[in-house]
């Protein structure tokens, strides 16, 4: 077959113009953001890579369908199209909408979790493990030891190490053990898939132990994607057919549809069991709203719908993989350390790497994610010890093996130009590192510290 590159299945309807901004007011932005790429004014960015969630570029079916929204209190008929396209595509009976992921991780977390049990997980992510903690568990790593290792190539880095989730049971007890939380393509591991095989094998240990397998099913495709192009058995089946597969081995899902399936605001919980969701409509309604809207609003439900179709379609995701794979290519060449393989939906940065005069007390990543705004306007998001927050009990901060930045890219949004841009950016900002000092800070939040929490260098 000739080579072809992986261009977009797509082409652009309409556009939104970005403010360009100089260097000296960058700087003063992010003084005023005290250090904190969170809180910048949008308006000040020029390339958005702070996250993927909500922020993708909405097709025009999917604006049709806002057009089509049924904006009943009760029984809409988008939540029925949703509903019916979830059980479709993701295998799953009952669906519970949510506003977004953490508000099906909340109900999900206060019906299975009692005071004192544990979680195990293919490491954390933020919100999730806060709804743990917040009902009363502990949330226990037991992701492959590959996962922490920057540098390790191994193709699926979300697997889970069964000799780490057989010590657990030996410790506590499988009666402590409500359910394991498995994501694919985990995030914070630098958007890492797990194999198809992986998850075959903790649905055999769940029925063993008779404990529930949860999916937080947030970036199912992009994970499917990667075990088409990389296990063995997979290289025939489509996308949506692996999608399927996946959700299949499991008992219950969380979904933030805010990634995957492109959509501003929107995500679920579903499941296959009738007790469980009778018991998530009772609570939908305290936290979210009527079992049938859930937070959304009709016209949401119906972009979601339109949007879970979207999103496990082979070509979709080819040019979605392959845009993230020419920015880390890019970077590579320039000698910039970053996780390796490329993730699902973003380029990770090794600020440890970059940043190596920088203690990680003096939080490397997050003083990496500043700097690179000043230089030229891209916001990125720190993933390290400011994002792993403090142990509950002791009060100490976790010190996570990856200190790092994350360029995330939106769905559909940017082109190979702005990928360019921000690779010569980065590559900048790497030659100046040596002037680059480490923050401390000035105002700490209890919990999820780094959305709101507040930076100055150290002198
Ligand atoms: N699970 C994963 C793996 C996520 O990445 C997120 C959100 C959530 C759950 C929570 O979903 O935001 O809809 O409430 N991740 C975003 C990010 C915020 O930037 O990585 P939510």
């Known amino acids: 077959m000739r080579k072809r590159s992986w261009a977009e299945p797509y082409k652009i309807k309409m556009v939104e113009l970005l403010k360009m901004t100089t260097q000296a007011e960058r700087e003063h932005a992010i003084v005023e953001a005290g250090y904190n790429t969170f809180l910048l004014k949008s308006e000040d960015v020029y390339i958005d890579l702070l996250t993927d969630s909500g922020v993708?570029?909405?097709?025009?079916?999917?604006?049709?369908?806002?057009?089509?929204?049924?904006?009943?209190?009760?029984?809409?008929?988008?939540?029925?199209?949703?509903?019916?396209?979830?059980?479709?595509?993701?295998?799953?009976?009952?669906?519970?909408?949510?506003?977004?992921?953490?508000?099906?991780?909340?109900?999900?977390?206060?019906?299975?979790?009692?005071?004192?049990?544990?979680?195990?997980g293919n490491m954390y992510f933020t919100t999730t493990r806060l709804h743990q903690e917040l009902a009363g568990g502990t949330f226990v790593d037991v992701i492959i030891d590959e996962a922490h290792d920057a540098e390790s190539e191994h193709p699926f880095k979300g697997n889970v190490d069964f000799d780490k989730l057989n010590q657990l049971v030996e410790k506590v007890g499988a009666e402590k053990i409500p359910y394991i939380c498995i994501a694919t393509c985990v995030n914070m591991a630098g958007g890492q898939p797990i194999s198809m095989e992986n998850m075959g094998a903790v649905r055999t240990w769940c029925d063993l132990h008779n404990i529930l397998l949860v999916h937080d099913m947030t970036r199912v495709a992009e994970n499917a994607f990667f075990i088409q192009q990389r296990e063995a058995?997979?290289?025939?089946?489509?996308?949506?057919?692996?999608?399927?597969?996946?959700?299949?081995?499991?008992?219950?899902?969380?979904?933030?549809?805010?990634?995957?399936?492109?959509?501003?605001?929107?995500?679920?919980?579903?499941?296959?069991?009738?007790?469980?969701?009778?018991?998530?409509?009772?609570?939908?309604?305290?936290?979210?709203?009527?079992?049938?809207?859930?937070?959304?609003?009709?016209?949401?439900?119906?972009?979601?719908?339109?949007?879970?179709?979207?999103?496990?379609?082979?070509?979709h995701m080819r040019a979605r993989i392959g845009q993230i794979a020419y920015l880390g290519e890019r970077l590579e060449r320039n000698g910039v350390p970053i996780v390796k393989p490329y993730g699902g939906h973003a380029i990770f940065l090794d600020a440890r790497a970059m940043l190596s005069h920088i203690p990680q007390e003096q939080y490397p990543a997050q003083a990496l994610a500043a700097a690179l705004y000043v230089e030229s306007g891209i916001r990125a998001m720190e993933r390290g010890v400011v994002s792993a927050g403090r142990n509950k009990l002791t009060g100490e901060n976790y010190m996570p093996?990856?200190?790092?930045?994350?360029?995330?890219?939106?769905?559909?949004?940017?082109?190979?130009?702005?990928?360019?841009?921000?690779?010569?950016?980065?590559?900048?900002?790497?030659?100046?590192?040596?002037?680059?000092?480490?923050?401390?800070?000035?105002?700490?939040?209890?919990?999820?510290?780094?959305?709101?929490?507040?930076?100055?260098p150290l002198s």
């Open 401 to 456: 093996k990856l200190e790092l930045v994350r360029l995330t890219i939106p769905r559909r949004v940017y082109t190979q130009a702005h990928m360019d841009v921000t690779a010569e950016s980065v590559v900048e900002v790497m030659e100046n590192a040596a002037s680059l000092k480490g923050l401390r800070f000035t105002y700490e939040p209890q919990v999820l510290r780094f959305f709101q929490g507040r930076f100055e």
């Open 233 to 315: 058995g997979y290289e025939n089946k489509t996308v949506k057919e692996i999608v399927y597969e996946i959700c299949a081995l499991t008992d219950a899902a969380t979904m933030s549809s805010k990634k995957d399936a492109m959509v501003n605001i929107g995500g679920f919980l579903a499941m296959n069991d009738e007790s469980l969701y009778e018991k998530s409509c009772e609570l939908v309604v305290v936290y979210e709203g009527l079992h049938t809207y859930g937070g959304m609003a009709g016209r949401d439900m119906e972009a979601l719908a339109i949007g879970i179709k979207e999103s496990v379609q082979d070509d």
């Open 56 to 120: 993708g570029a909405m097709s025009d079916r999917q604006w049709a369908g806002i057009m089509m929204g049924d904006e009943s209190y009760a029984g809409s008929r988008n939540f029925y199209h949703m509903r019916d396209t979830i059980e479709e595509y993701y295998s799953y009976k009952f669906t519970v909408p949510t506003h977004q992921g953490r508000g099906a991780e909340n109900i999900l977390s206060q019906i299975l979790i009692k005071d004192g049990d544990y979680v195990p």
